[in-house]
């Protein structure tokens, strides 16, 4: 990193594009005595059904929802589907089937190993029912073994919702969707709560059903159990087992990726590192009185370590981790991913010092970085520790890095529970911090030049959100619904969690008011949208890491469209990009180092353009550097698709680790999808 400008590039542009944010952007602190009497009588009227839904239907299946209650914790819960005739095979995603009766009608379900006790409260199952293709879609109910069955065992005798997608009876019986509704992975839940909880149709005046999005389950995130409202991180669709023939092998530009993060660490690196040329370096980063500070990534082409964009950068990898999980299992990459993963997490918790209430923000400083070229391994310069206290608050950086904790407690939570749990009760005390501190962590240390932030609401919603998807506990939703902000987001960047946010609450809530926005943005990178293209196809946003943010909203349209919405034309732009991204350009090359033969030789990259006793010289020499720095995605072309391999050129060659993210995720979506045959024909590059 040669100029610290380039860093907050898109700050202003961002900031006169948004309405007014700042620290009183937030939405009003809810009463909580108001809230807490409607909450009250919401949780009352919740008691009174049990919720089932059509989610989607097609000839010969469908995919519905049933939502069961129980007024205390049940351990090893099992539960029957009752449907009004038989059905071939039952899909689940959250829970296992373990018996069926009455001639295929009655389906007997329970938890899988991960979540065999079912907590007090409402929790949502998430299936596909196949039958054969002339058959009457059935209706459905469910109730918990101990409790009365609905309907006497055969929802056929329950009153039902008709096809005008009213609200569930009280006797649990299905709710079909209206015709027209179901079909592809677009369509729409057949019904729809509003945001307060009044209103609709639903009988005995119990409000309208809440309905669930396509694919309600998650393979990815089961650690999330009931709690989780999106895709199944197969697109939108069952996975078939019947390979889409795509373009490029996301796998392996997958497997790449990670190995870039892997040459970004800094301290001692453990004995399995598969960076050959990279050793122990900064192992004495240290705060007040020694404080361990060592390990986490090296940000970009440079030597410091900057929280802010490390904390997004691993949380956007995290939700793409517990999003599209099979897309690291099929790659063959998923204990590849979790050993990379954990080294901004083990270094998270370095630095939050709840007992102290002190978060090490940065270590290291720009200014005096860049005014050295040299190996990390032989880097003994003066590194400063920066930290964010009561009086000097950074409400974003702590809250974003809050949020990766917690999304890392998700990913943690069945390889090892009680580093998942140390995660997650970091996360929760590091988020009480950011909310009771409030301010810009970039006023208070010198970020600013480099990582300037201008907000924090995004980054509190994000935080909370995924507490709340760890935990379970309700406080964290509500506190989400009070941090999020309703607006199309410029960008999906490092200093704009919105989008992020706006997915994550849909995926806690089922609420589909959070996805206008979120397709909106989407929207404005597609052909037609306010965002320009290059001749050759390129969502080229801003000039500082065009193919970043054409990567992160690829991976923003694959998220959405695995939650149902964009469907096939949110996945279309998706691989236009990624494919760019990969060699469908001007250049026929890959900007991500590595894949395929033709890629970038001379990256703005200190480490891998070194050897031993490196200096000036060997940044402005010629020469390739003698590291092949496998994985890093480059800052990308211009607007008319011009590119040169220029190490002096940051602005097209440095690489940076939030650059990586959004694409990395985006290529576990695409593993995953095209996996299961859930890809569309990619669209034939323009150049």
Known sequence: MQSSVHRTGLVISRYLSSSKRGETSCPKRLDISRKLKFMILLLALLALTHAQTVVKKWPGGMNGEVTLHSDA??????????????????????????????????????????????????????????????????????????????????????????????????????????????GGGTSAPATSAPDSGSGGSGSGGSGSATSAPANSGNQGSSSAGSHYHGGNGYGGQACDGSPSQTRHDYAKALSLSILFYDAQRSGRLPPNNPVPWRGDSAVDDHGDNGVDLSGGWYDAGDLVKFNFPMAWSAHTLLWGLNKFKNGYQAAGQLDQMYDMIKTPLDYFLKCWRPNEQVYYAQVGDGYEDHKIWQRPEDMHMWRPAYKITA???????????????????????????????????????????????????????????????????????????????????????????????????????????????????????????????VEAMVRDYMDGGSVQHTPCGLAWRDKWGSLRYASNAAYIALAAA???????????????????????????????????????????????????????????????????????????PGPDDSYNDDRHDYTKNEVACDYNAGFQSALAALNSMGKCGNLPAAPNPKC
């Not at 917690?406 to 970091?426: E, N, P, R, T, V």
């Not at 395929?596 to 891998?608: E, I, L, M, T, W």
Request: aromatic share 10%.
């Open 73 to 182: 914790d049940v351990t090893k819960w099992k539960a029957h589907i009752v449907f009004s005739q038989p059905i071939d095979a039952l899909e689940l995603w959250t829970s296992e089937e373990v018996g069926v009766s009455n001639g295929g009608k009655d389906h007997v379900v329970q938890g899988r190993t991960y979540n065999p006790d079912m907590p007090a409260g409402d929790m949502k199952l998430g299936f596909t029912a196949r039958f054969p293709a002339g058959q009457e879609v059935p209706t459905f109910c469910a109730y918990l073994e101990g409790q009365a069955s609905c309907g006497g065992g055969s929802s056929s005798s329950g009153s039902g919702s008709s096809s005008s997608g009213s609200g569930s009876s009280s006797s649990g019986t299905g709710t079909v969707a209206p015709t027209g509704s179901g």
């Open 391 to 517: 009086s000097k608050p950074g409400t974003d950086v702590c809250a974003i890095t809050a949020g990766a904790m917690a999304a890392g407690a998700i990913a943690f939570k069945d390889k090892d529970a009680g580093y998942s749990q140390k995660l997650l009760d970091s996360a929760k005390s590091l988020l009480k911090f950011a909310n009771d501190h409030r301010g810009h962590y970039s006023n208070h240390i010198p970020a600013k030049d480099f990582y300037g932030s201008s907000s924090y609401c995004d980054d509190l919603c994000v935080g909370a959100v995924q507490i709340y998807l760890a935990s379970g506990d309700e406080t964290y939703l509500n506190q989400a619904k009070g941090f999020y902000e309703a607006g199309k987001a410029f960008a999906f960047s490092w200093d704009d969690n919105t989008p992020a946010c706006q997915l994550l609450m849909y995926e806690a809530t089922g609420d589909k008011k959070y996805l206008g926005d």
């Open 562 to 636: 695995d939650d149902g919405v964009g469907g096939e034309e949110f996945k279309k732009f998706a691989l236009s990009q990624i494919n760019y991204v990969l060699g469908d350009n001007r250049q026929h090359m890959s900007f991500e180092i590595g894949y395929g033969n033709n890629y970038p030789k001379k990256p703005h990259h200190k480490a891998s353009s070194c050897n031993p006793g490196c200096s000036w010289n060997n940044y402005n020499s010629g020469a390739d550097n003698p590291h092949v720095l496998n994985g890093a995605l480059v800052g990308g």
